[in-house]
């Protein structure tokens, strides 16, 4: 099953803190073995059952939230990490 999650879900591989990493990859494995749904079944099912016909998967909706969270989080950092840190040292 790990092995399927980290087909479904690459970004896992983007976390950096083993311990964390480890666990988030349990918890998809725990869902998902306790889920009507298979891995392969998240690449399919629409993301949203209030869009009619929607083409959009839930894990293409899932990773293309989490690779723009972590884009927006990587400009924050370069255009604001200055800024904090005058508030921190104020």
């Known amino acids: 099953m790990k092995n399927k999650v980290l087909k479904i879900w690459p970004e896992i591989n983007w976390i950096e803190n083993k311990n964390l990493k480890e666990k988030v990859l349990n918890c998809w494995i725990y869902a998902i073995e ?3 749904l298979t891995p392969e079944d998240l690449e ?3 993301f949203s059952l ?3 016909d929607c083409k959009i998967t ?5 990773r293309t939230a989490v690779q723009l969270s972590v884009d927006i989080a990587k ?6 990490q200055e800024r904090f840190l005058l508030i921190l040292e104020s």
């Open 58 to 62: 839930f894990m293409n909706h899932k």
């Open 75 to 80: 400009r924050m950092k370069e255009n604001l």
């Open 34 to 36: 306790n889920s009507v």
């Open 44 to 46: 399919v099912i629409p």
């Open 50 to 52: 209030l869009i009619k």
